[in-house]
């Protein structure tokens, strides 16, 4: 007697018992009916800034519903406030919910955070950053790479500030050909000692070439490297770019007084438009990706042959 009596309390106590508990058919840690009910969502999508705020339920049969590698649980009670479990990527910004709240510790409801603090660009974050990325045909892994360096091509400016956040912006300027037809200001003779100065925003360099006879024209193969100021908005790519020729008075062709102001040397006169010492090449809209190609100037004193090619060291 007392033995069925003790099986008859332990059947009640257990029937009593599980019926307090809340059924979790996929053992995620959520009671079925509050999958069922679901909760709300608060998230800022890119290119909004207010915030739009949703209903979202869950499958009570499955553990991570959405498939993103956190469980339901995980997603609503998110320390920022509850995730959409019926999507890898709550806020749209190109890194999953798992990515933002387990390997970057960004918030997975706001697409903006910046993982390396690159400020690339001020308003639009991460997602401008990937987005900028996938453009450009870098594949997922590397994106992934970048977004925690703030410098990815090594050039010492931050991406955010890089006019182009992949390639160390360089250009090669190889002189062709060379002619004067002017006996320039004060020349006695038609030997003139030339000089020819390129210069960008960020480096510059001199050709002295050997002596040369006003009229002849030259066959040359003068070549540097310059370096381009990196420092910008992404894309835009704007750079001054000059090439001038000069002939360095010396001698009895020093005087006072030239025509153009500068009695230790003469402008030469190689492109149309000019300037207040005469016509020199000037481009101080440059863009790497448009204006590299092959030249030939032509202004009142002479002719200028050169061509200018991408020498950008890219990541």
Known sequence: MKKVAAIFVAIFIAINFTGCIKEDSDGDGLPDNIEKEGWEVRVIYPGQTSVTTYHVSSNPNKKDTDGDGLTDYEELMMPGGATDPNKKDTDGDGLTDYEEARAYHTDPLKPYDDIDDDNFPAWQGDYGEIEYY??????????????????????????????????????????????????????????????????????????????????????????????????????????????????????????????????????????????????????????????????????????????ISNASIAK
């Open 134 to 307: 996938k453009k450009r045909g870098v594949d997922d892994k590397k994106i992934r790479e970048y977004l925690q360096n703030p410098d990815v091509d090594g050039d010492g400016v931050k991406d955010g500030y890089d006019k182009d956040p992949l390639s160390d912006l360089k250009i090669n300027i190889t002189i062709k050909g060379l002619k004067i037809w002017s006996m320039m200001d004060g020349s006695n003779d038609k030997i003139l000692e030339i000089e020819i100065n390129v210069s960008s925003d960020a480096s510059s360099h001199a050709f002295k070439l050997p002596p040369v006879i006003v009229g002849k024209n030259y066959s040359l193969n003068y070549s540097c490297t310059l370096d381009l100021d990196d420092r910008g908005i992404p894309d835009n790519l704007s750079n001054s770019l000059s090439i001038t020729v000069v002939d360095l008075d010396n001698g009895e062709e020093r005087k006072p007084l030239d025509a153009d102001g500068l009695p230790s040397m003469d402008i030469v006169g190689i492109y149309r438009a000019a300037s207040k010492y005469g016509g020199i090449y000037l481009n101080s809209n440059f863009n790497i990706t448009k204006d590299c190609h092959a030249y030939n100037t032509k202004g009142k004193d002479g002719e200028l042959w050169f061509e």
